[in-house]
């Protein structure tokens, strides 16, 4: 499931749903490095694009491989983001 094609000029990818190892949903292109912390972060583009070797997005959150996975329906509503305009 996906919600937007990636906003970056020099990508292709779409933004997709992840839950962190802290169990918070944040926003991720599947090409490039782009996180989006929040929905709102995405509406305004500031997204982060974490790094080795602590891939931090904010505090307490990470994107560290393997200590991820794409969400849900159920994550996405748990994260009041089942309204949204999701693509399959």
Known sequence: MWLD???????EGR???LVTQS???VLRCDSCAAVWPTLSDFKEMEHVEPDE???VV???VHVRPGTFRWASAQ???VAGMSGLSWRS
Not at 5 to 11: G, M, N, Q, Y
């Open 5 to 11: 094609e990636c906003p970056s000029f020099w990508d």
């Open 53 to 55: 070797p602590d891939w």
């Open 15 to 17: 933004v997709r749903p």
């Open 23 to 25: 169990g918070k949903v």
């Open 75 to 77: 994550d996405l509503e």
């Open 58 to 60: 904010a505090a307490g």
